[in-house]
């Protein structure tokens, strides 16, 4: 697995809806999220649609979907990927989505509907499940029953990976998991990528760690 750096001008025309976007944030719940997790990841987004003309500069532009807080509303929002990538401060990786998942099973339009009605019904995000997400190490029980930090999947808010994780399941690009346990850097790990992904911005001294090793499944319970 290996790491390139790519200017967004060459990314942009590859892009396809369902590939995510990694962000490594500065500010100090990012960094929160970093040291719970391990990690260099802090929040993914996924490209939502691709190619969308813009009548004002006869150019095309990607769009981004993620939960987060973005034009003053906390939770799921869509906007332009130009847009996020310019003023974001920090890393930003592009994970394309394996071609032949993309061939054989991903879904575009269940993919769409259900993340634009996510959307569209202003879901907020979802901080408590965020945090006990991060907090793997209290999620085993005894004898089978789940700690104190498992969540148990619920789509009434969304925090950013489970938005995305859960946009992938319902595209049929992975099978049913529990999108509500799922981290950012746990969606990293999901072995459903291309063996190249591409840092856009920031430090290339940063990396995503264990990239494209880990099973999907094994986040089905």
């Not at 719970?36 to 490209?47: E, K, L, M, R, Y």
């Not at 029980?141 to 700690?147: A, D, F, I, K, M």
């Amino acid at each position: 697995m290996t790491v390139n750096q790519m200017d967004y001008d060459a990314a942009r025309a590859k892009m396809k809806p369902g590939d995510v976007i990694a962000f490594g944030g500065k500010g100090h719940f990012s960094e929160i999220i970093k040291f719970a997790t391990f990690s260099d990841i802090s929040h993914v987004g996924v490209i939502l649609q691709t190619k969308i003309f813009d009548d004002n500069s006869d150019r095309y532009f990607n769009q981004i979907i993620e939960s987060t807080s973005l034009n003053g509303f906390n939770g799921v929002n869509i906007s332009r990927f130009s847009d996020r990538l310019n003023s974001y401060e920090g890393e930003l990786w592009w994970l394309p989505l394996r071609e032949e998942i993309r061939a054989n099973h991903f879904n575009q339009n269940e993919f769409y509907d259900f993340l634009f009605n996510q959307a569209k019904e202003r879901k907020e995000y979802d901080m408590p499940q965020a945090i006990k997400s991060a907090i793997d190490l209290l999620d085993a029980g005894l004898l089978g029953v789940h700690g104190g930090a498992y969540n148990k999947e619920d789509f009434s808010k969304f925090f950013c990976s489970e938005l995305v994780a859960a946009g992938l399941e319902k595209a049929k690009a992975i099978d049913t998991v529990n999108a509500s346990e799922v981290t950012p850097i746990d969606l990293c790990r999901w072995c459903i990528y291309e063996d190249t992904y591409y840092q856009l911005k920031g430090d290339p001294k940063k990396k995503i760690s264990r990239f494209n090793t880990a099973n999907p499944s094994d986040w089905n319970v």
